[in-house]
């Protein structure tokens, strides 16, 4: 198994690291004006000086629409990938439409939602819902394709049943493609709950924020509640990739 090593994080970082002080120094040796780009150290002042809101808006927006969307829409699309591959007139009817609501606009689709489910959290958690479904469905479907003719055969040969052989060789043969969609959707997720929340919210929420301050060109803390959202985008993905690390391990892309 491959090992995690420090220039995982180390690279990383140090990159970062760089692009912030040549930011810094662009914006400051040129005089930037703060409505065009703040400073890196213009917006580390406006976020600690606004912890408080910036709480309110991450409960408001990843706790309360976020999480309980990505868990209910990756649940649901991989619990209906199952169906699919158990009935193949539905996974013929239903994967198409996977097309179809990729393509749906969410500018489109968010206000619908909001005037169903309200202007409150719940709305913007059934747009994450709908984001996420599909991705797990199509990658779920997929996945449980993945494993080998031999390895069916040898299952069958065993007298293994139907549901045997998804527990003991589909599923594992699979991780890799749940993941996959675990991760793409922890970003749709994210970028689905701030969107839906430009069409109507509490006044509360990081996309309330976003939209509020923008128009009063107060730029310091768009940036704030962008870096919020990246770094919390950021931890979410890392720690699926922890996971996948420990569930996949026999995958060969983690071998020495």
Known sequence: MKRFQATDLIYPALFGISVLVLWQLIVKGFSVPAVLLPAPSDIW????????????????????AVIPGWIIGSLSGFLVAILCDRIPFLRRGLLPLGNLVAA?????VAPILVMWFGFDWPSKAAMVVVMTFFPMLVNAVAGLQASGHLERDLMQSYGASWWQ??????????????????KINSTLAMIGAIVAEFFGT???????????????????????????????GSTFYG???ALERVVTFWHPSYRR
Not at 45 to 64: C, E, G, H, M, N
């Open 239 to 241: 720690l699926l990739v």
């Open 45 to 64: 002042a406006k976020l600690i000086t606004s912890l408080p809101i910036l709480w309110v808006d991450f409960v408001q927006t990843v706790i309360r």
């Open 202 to 232: 509490p006044i509360v929420g990081m996309g309330f924020r976003i939209s509020t301050e923008v128009g009063r060109l107060g730029l310091d803390m768009v940036w704030a509640e962008i870096a919020v959202a990246a770094l919390t």
């Open 104 to 108: 749906l606009p969410i500018v489109g």
């Open 165 to 182: 052989t998804l527990v003991k060789l589909r599923l594992p043969a699979a991780m890799p493609f749940i993941f996959n969609a675990l």
